[in-house]
């Protein structure tokens, strides 16, 4: 028990006043912690998305699968169209058109399927996404069509031949490849595309 250093008295351990002569004391009270600021939750980054001509989006972060479905299909050639209008085979670390040097809008992949034909109809046929031409596919042959992200409309055509159905596929972050497969059918006068999943594509 402390005493009040002025009239002698004993006195409270935290008393600021001696009860008994009214002295202030010199109270040492022990310092209080400094409060800790609360975590902020931060969301995980998400893709940044960029407006292209005709509303479509595409995205510079890739899909999860992505990266998956671009080691199963290494071999199957990847096919890009510049805004430039040059299309060429590349690889998946492509960036920028070999002839104009135009950066490649990256997204997700169309993989299409030539499926022969018991027919013996071996000819090739001209790819068509979004009304813009793709090149050619040739008689059991598969491509990777690199595209945006979004909805986009699969044609193939032979000569006067086009294809009797015209399927739209969707390509997301979420979902980056689509697949479509493609023969010819009524004794080669009519081309079927027929919407696919990765069991029906060959890896090469």
Do not use: W
Request: charged content about 15%.
């Amino acid at each position: 028990m402390p005493f009040c250093s002025k009239c002698g008295k004993s006195v409270n351990p935290t008393a600021q006043f001696c009860p008994a002569c009214g002295f202030r004391r010199s109270v040492n009270v022990a310092p209080q912690p400094a409060p800790q600021p609360i975590p902020v939750y931060q969301p995980d980054p998400q893709p940044v998305s960029r407006p292209v001509p005709g509303g479509v989006q595409y995205s510079t972060v890739p899909g999860p699968y992505l990266e998956t479905f671009n080691r199963r299909f290494a071999a199957v050639k990847v096919r890009y169209r510049c805004d430039g209008g040059h299309v060429f085979d590349g690889n998946d670390s492509q960036t920028a058109c070999p002839t104009c040097g135009a950066p490649l809008k990256k997204g997700g992949f169309i993989q299409i399927y030539r499926m022969g034909n018991m027919m013996g109809c071996a000819v090739g046929m001209g790819i068509y996404i979004d009304s813009q031409p793709f090149g050619h596919l040739g008689n059991k042959e598969s491509v990777r069509v690199s595209v945006p992200f979004g909805q986009h409309q699969v044609h193939l055509t032979h000569t006067a031949t086009r294809a009797s159905n015209m399927p739209v596929v969707t390509v997301t972050p979420e979902a980056p490849y689509a697949f479509c497969k493609a023969s010819f059918a009524k004794a080669g006068f009519e081309i079927n595309i027929a919407q696919a999943s990765p069991d029906d594509m060959p890896e090469r």
